[in-house]
């Protein structure tokens, strides 16, 4: 089954989207689709999902959200299974895959021009820091006292880690993507020889991660990070509320980008109060302070602390997409005295 996607290919650039799990997760990515058809209503949008899912889009008639919807086996259903797996949902010469947790902001036409040189890549920093697979409380001291991080490059003859953010990934390179993934997959069967600790830890968070062992073993093959972070050519930003306005339908989305990389890794602190007084010290410092309004590609709501708009945005999407898919589905069958299901 998975054979056929290495050598026929369905077009020349198409969309990945996988879903898996509560139902919820299906949710999120129609309302993403239904976000990127505001701006790219020609390239093919593939779903990858477990045959629970398929039978939702099914029974409630979303089916035309999609151009292909494709079987995930279990095995594959988490963010490692599908992630380090990836060269077997190639479906297209030139694929984007992106979470279901992201909202199209503007047309994605440059952001495909800017990829065409990699054959595989994932947006990331081109120097991780130091919370990067390691704990995200003051436990990350100890790390930086035993230089635990410059002896995991050490042991795998490394040089340099980059912070790689699989949100979105990009793949022409059959080949190479497959490589890329298996010696990934190696490296986290390795974890007991890094000072990477397991995702599971933080709140929230019941899989695995995967970033950690795809940006080694990008380093080790020598295959470059998309910049995350580029001003007004961002490809992904998170979203966060004080930085963040927006309308209710995300279709007018602006966010303040500050241009001083520390300065800007502050949007991650849970407090808002905080942040203001943090960002307010550190802008006395010429430049520190700069910042631009932009809109970037997508905003990703990957901080779990904030993603309660999102998920309210979703259930609008999914309710609304179950109206309009019920209401063209009882003109067409209405002679026959069929109703098809709301349910999820």
């Known amino acids: 089954m998975l054979t056929s996607v290495k050598n026929e290919k369905l077009g020349k650039e198409g969309y990945v989207y996988v879903s898996y799990g509560h139902p919820k997760y299906l949710k999120h990515v129609i309302a993403s689709v239904e976000t990127l058809r505001r701006y790219d209503t020609e390239r093919p949008v593939a779903i990858v999902c477990t045959k629970k899912h398929q039978s939702l889009i099914k029974k409630n008639n979303l089916s035309g959200f999609f151009d292909l919807i494709y079987e995930l086996p279990e095995e594959h259903a988490s963010i490692v299974g599908f992630k380090h797996n990836f060269y077997n949902y190639l479906f297209y010469e030139n694929n984007l895959f992106l979470d279901s947790d992201i909202i199209w902001c503007k047309n994605p036409d440059s952001l495909w021009q800017s990829l065409k040189p990699f054959d595989f890549t994932v947006t990331g920093n081109l120097a991780a820091d130091n919370f990067f697979g390691a704990p995200k409380s003051i436990g990350v001291a100890k790390d930086m006292i035993l230089g635990r991080r410059r002896k995991t490059l050490n042991r795998f003859g490394l040089t340099y880690l980059s912070r790689a953010q699989t949100g979105i990934m990009y793949a022409s390179d059959y080949a190479l993507t497959k490589k890329t993934c298996e010696l990934a997959k190696d490296m986290l069967n390795r974890k007991a020889e890094t000072h990477f600790q397991s995702r599971k830890k933080e709140k929230g968070r019941t899989e ?137």
């Open 208 to 344: 695995e991660s995967c970033e950690w062992s795809l940006a080694m073993a990008m380093a080790k093959l020598k295959i470059p990070v998309y910049p995350w972070l580029q001003g007004h050519n961002s490809p992904q930003l998170d979203f966060i509320s004080m930085l963040t306005d927006h309308d209710e339908e995300f279709e007018y989305v602006s966010c303040k980008y500050y241009s001083h990389r520390f300065v800007y890794s502050l949007r991650g602190l849970k407090s808002d109060l905080i942040k203001k007084i943090l960002i307010g010290f550190f802008s006395i410092f010429p430049g520190n302070g700069d910042f631009m309004i932009v809109t970037p590609f997508c905003l990703h709501f990957g901080w779990y602390h904030e993603k309660q708009p999102f998920l309210e945005f979703s259930e609008r999407i999914w309710e609304r997409s179950l109206t309009e898919a019920n209401s063209r589905q009882d003109g067409k069958t209405s002679s026959l005295g069929e109703s098809p299901s709301n349910e999820v």
